[in-house]
Nanobody, 115 residues
């Protein structure tokens, strides 16, 4: 089994910042990529940001320039720094870890941005 423990969500005013963390443990052998997704009420889950084992990152267009994904390889931990948050960023944020033959999800952490 793989355990993903997320933290850092909460309520923030528009323009504020939050940092999400996701620590992976258990059956971790070779991580291909770690990513953050989000799902707002009534909408499909969408990719927010991804970082590969080579450190290559990509972002959804709506967050580019405001969010930064990073990782601590030794601790199998991924972070998402979110700046200049907007009400439309309100969603449940999920961590995802992709390895060969498996993909695991965290339980989700709520991010609410008030206007």
């Amino acid at each position: 089994q793989v355990q993903l423990v997320e933290s850092g969500g909460g309520l923030v005013q528009a323009g504020g910042s939050l940092r999400l963390s996701c620590a992976a443990s258990g059956m971790i052998f070779s991580i291909n990529a770690m990513a953050w997704y989000r799902q707002a009420p009534g909408k499909q889950r969408e990719l927010v940001a991804r970082i590969t084992s080579n450190g290559i990152t990509d972002y959804a267009g709506s967050v580019k320039g405001r969010f930064t994904i990073s990782r601590d390889v030794a601790k199998n931990t991924v972070f998402l720094r979110m700046n200049d948050l907007k009400p439309e960023d309100t969603a449940v944020y999920y961590c995802n870890v992709a390895q060969n033959r498996r993909s695991d999800w965290g339980q989700g952490t709520q991010v609410t941005v008030s206007s």
